[in-house]
């Protein structure tokens, strides 16, 4: 009798591919501080031995209940933590089961008896495997590997026939969906509490993750999934500070990957947000006039807009005595946020929506419109490299679905001449942005921070709906650069009189 899942033949291949490998029980340690693991080599993705049978079991079903959590509000447990891995499609969460449906209707099965359906990003991409001469005809992802629980191939002879290059991704894979089951289970999540202000002659350690959350004295996570949910929000303010403080760990020392250009704009940046502790005081007998708000552009607002505000005060929270004023600027800056945009007066032309009241310390705008417009109006002008840093979060410089986006504002950019911050989803990404500026804007840009993996990338992984295989996070590649600079020399006067004597 054949297993419910593979046919005898496929099962004889995939025994016979590696007959010496056996799976073999994962050896879990249990963490009891901040861990202290290096990071991940760039996307090395954890691996294991090629099985031989899918495991084709999953948890039981959990009968929810009600409690009261230690803030005091009622909530609903749906799934425990030991229950946490089901089927997309026969998830006990409507909004896994949508997605599920999504993917059936939109994403195609990389076997490579396939014709490609796109051009391929990378060798290592599955797509590159594919021939439009000799391929069939695409077809879309049915079949739910047991293993993850994801759909992923369009037949089960296709996901037997190339277990093995699944097999790459398959934990990853397994990993997103407990996680993305663990955020929707009801649970009280701790490692949302965020860390109080702390005085200012407590030194941050931002060389990882971990040093961070210890020196800022966070509550201690002990499991990777909580470090996974929570960093999965903090690396966008920590993506930033990580670059602009004084303390960062990318530096111009022993081979570090900023360059000279970057630390000339990095440190009139710092000089600015880390003011020199003299001549002023909370008193009317030693008064000192506040400097202006350091003012943080991020381009092309997205997710990063409706974080929770505590999540960016994590920020503020490392630079004393300076004033931020953080402007959001994008057409789809106001998704997933419910408020209704203003109405545009004289006063207000762009419907800016601004939350002044946060803290004395920050105050955020959100702008839906393109950074070009709002650039040839002079609304934010002057730009000063002391006051002014932009941000851009995986913006697709060379991505072919959204570089003309960009067209318009990135020579708008780089005439500021104020440091750029971007990021990537994965190394290919990253690198395809770079090599777009470097080949449209070389002679007219400095690269302050060579392209690498940021430190404070999001631990948790995301996958593609479009394409399961695909799998990244956020903020994985890190990078910065600004218009160039050209330094001018002064004539001597004495030069000056001796050439009009010879004319």
Known sequence: MRPPYTCNRCLSLIK????QLRPTPPVRIPRRHHSTKPALPKLSLP?????????????????????????GQRRRTVLSEDNLFHSFTHSPVPEIRKRAAFM??????????????????SDGDLESRKSSETGTVPAHVNFECPDCGVPVYCCEEHWADDYEAHLEV?????????????????????????AEPQMEEILVNMTSWDTYLYTRDYDALNEDREMRQATKLLTYPMTIASVIHELSPYNIRSGGSMTPEGLKSFSALRHTLHPPRT??????????????????????????????RETWMQMIYLFHRVQFSLNFIGPEAMMNRSEPLPERTPNNPFGAVVEDRISNALKISTFVEYYHTLHKTGHFYPYDPYFDVFVVFHPGF?????????????????????????TGYSP??????????????????????????NRFRSLRWDINDFDPHDVSCDNWGLYAFRGKRYETTRKDADEEVHSERTE
């Open 398 to 422: 060379g991505n072919p679905a959204s570089m003309h986006e960009w067209e318009e504002t990135l020579p708008l950019l780089l005439e500021t001449k104020c440091p750029i911050i971007a």
């Open 170 to 194: 398959c934990d990853v894979i397994r990993e997103i969906n407990q996680d993305d089951h663990d955020l929707r289970s009801g649970r009280f999540f701790k490692e949302f509490e965020f």
């Open 279 to 308: 001549g002023g005081g909370d008193t009317w007998k030693n008064p000192r006039l506040a400097p202006p708000a350091v003012r943080i552009f991020v381009l092309g607002a997205r997710a990063e807009s409706s974080l929770p």
């Open 16 to 19: 016979s591919s590696r007959p």
């Open 428 to 453: 290919w990404d990253t690198k395809q942005d770079v090599d777009f500026l470097q080949t449209r804007f070389s002679n007219e840009m400095d690269i302050l921070l060579d392209p690498m993996e």
């Open 47 to 71: 691996k294991r031995g090629l099985s031989s049978t899918a495991n084709r079991k999953f948890n039981q079903a959990f009968e929810p209940f009600e409690y009261v959590d230690p803030e």
């Open 104 to 121: 059936r209707q939109h994403a195609y099965c990389p076997h490579p008896s396939h014709k490609p359906t796109r051009v391929a990003h």
